[in-house]
């Protein structure tokens, strides 16, 4: 790793850090438990710049600092996100690589490829992960029954989704913009 890619990992943690610390969050109507945030949005602005490595990074740097600093309700909360925004970003990932052999073209399809594919993987990831775990007693679930799983499911497939639907465009038109503003080119496989 070199200079350049430490400079934008930091600058990119930190302010994935602050986002996810601020007040800028409202809980989902139809699930209280969940908080609609912006913090994400740097991850996949930095994925679209500089790839999926770098994007990888800052979520585990996001991860590490929650744990330590604010881990929310359920002290392993942030493994929960960590594991959402990697599905997200592994969908994502496969829609560069399905851009690429198909031979497509425009920015716009890769952002619909890549927030259709993230949204997917996302959703799938996060309803396997909670249907595994939150059964168990904290600090690791929330000691639900299965019937309780099943009825929350739902709820959590659809926050999954909507969280994607608009930190993933979001972050594509913010990786654009800076872009052609500091002359550099998105990432490409």
Known sequence: MNSRDIATLSVFAALTVALNLSPLKFPAPYAPFLYYQVWEIPIITAFALYGPLIAAAISIINTITLLALFPGALPTGPLYNLAA???MLLGIYTAHMLFEQLSLKGSVTLSVLATGLGILFRVIVMLLVNWAFIRYPPPIGFSMTDEAILAVLPFIAF????????TIPTGYMLARAISSRIKINLWNP
């Open 85 to 87: 925004i990697l599905g």
């Open 159 to 166: 926050f999954n989704a909507t969280l994607a639907l608009y």
